[in-house]
């Protein structure tokens, strides 16, 4: 059975910190880039970072480089993002999604998704 487990979500001030898991199951982890995507109350669908499975290269969106980090675990067959500096733009709820080998920024290019997880970011 086919699974990606998004969780580590809430509420948080503007400046902290949360970090984002994706836990997957039922496939090779090491296959597929693994890509992160939000939506934000009123706005579409977003790509946020991608971290590709043949050579491990990263892709952040330019108005969160040097904010968020993408990274994987091989052995716990979960990818995560952390976020710091959080800024009440930044919103949304939060998915992954899982693309064979390579990342890209469109959502339709991805086979598996997560069910998401509510980041709020508020005073």
């Known amino acids: 059975q086919v699974q990606l487990v998004e969780f580590g979500g809430g509420l948080v001030q503007p400046g902290g910190s949360l970090r984002l898991s994706c836990a997957a199951s039922?496939?090779?982890?090491?296959?597929?880039?693994i890509g992160w995507f939000r939506q934000a109350p009123g706005k579409g669908r977003e790509g946020v970072s991608c971290?590709?499975?043949?050579?491990?290269?990263?892709y952040y969106l330019d108005s969160i480089k040097g904010r968020f980090t993408i990274s994987r675990d091989t052995a716990k067959s979960t990818v995560y993002l952390q976020m710091n500096s959080l800024k009440p733009e930044d919103t949304a709820v939060y998915y992954c999604?899982?693309?064979?080998?390579?990342?890209?920024?469109?959502?339709?290019?991805?086979?598996?998704w997560g069910q998401g997880t509510q980041v709020t970011v508020s005073s």
């Open positions: 971290i590709s499975s043949a050579d491990g290269r990263t």
């Open positions: 999604a899982a693309a064979f080998s390579s990342c890209s920024g469109y959502g339709s290019f991805y086979r598996y």
């Open positions: 039922g496939f090779t982890l090491d296959n597929y880039a």
